[in-house]
């Protein structure tokens, strides 16, 4: 990535599920524009290599341990910020996972693990973080959803992924409307099909419906992970510090079909 302005000096952000694909590239682009980041994930491993590399390069970046669905984990994570960075006052609530079951087969425990990573996870974040925010008086939260949050999805399955993605919506809209009061902005941004490791997967067990679906989008392409970095850089910038309660579909025109 090239160099940036510093959009994001006096920016801490917490960002989840970063050590790769999507999550990756927000950090990367948030601490080059200025920001201190916390990258957070349960693949430790990648994480901490990712954080070494940008450190490496003079950029504000460490790696923490965070399971999004354990309120403990949150506590910790939140609590363990080092004082001389000050309070979050960027979340991105990027960690997701996803199941390809329809609604006729999708077991309860799919069902319930997809919950807790795409929704209950986003609520604890939020209740983690505002807090700070509040006595900061400023903060930005951004959430992701997803362009099948619009669509539906596809008629192969994934019922518990656009049910929680859509969720995430309505999430993100009651809380601007609650901390609008207290300067933290709430937002969403849905992605369509970004080339991230979760993508290629599919690309190798279902290459037929993926490459139906990337035709039907209009620029006949999927994302690269540092375009829709940029769409989350906007928005835990002071350019958009009048902007909360939207969702910002980043997805190539996807929605439109």
Known sequence: MSAMVNRLTNKVALVTGAAQGQGAAHVELLAREGARVIATDVLDELGQALAERLDAEGLDVVYRHLDVASEEDWAVVVGGVDPAWGAINVLVNNAGISSPAAVADVTLDEWERVVAINQTGILLGMQAVIPGMTALGSGSIINIASSWAHRGGTENGFIAYVATKAAVLGITRNAAMNL???????????????????????????????????????????????????????LASDEASYTTGVDLLVDGGLNLT
Not at 184 to 213: C, K, L, M
């Open 180 to 234: 609008g009061r207290h300067g933290i902005r709430v937002n969403s941004v849905s992605p369509g099909y970004v080339r991230t490791p979760q993508v290629e997967h599919a690309e190798r067990t279902e290459p037929d419906r993926v490459a139906r679906d990337v035709a039907k989008i209009p620029m006949r392409r999927m994302a690269r992970p540092a375009e829709i970095a940029k769409t989350i850089a906007f």
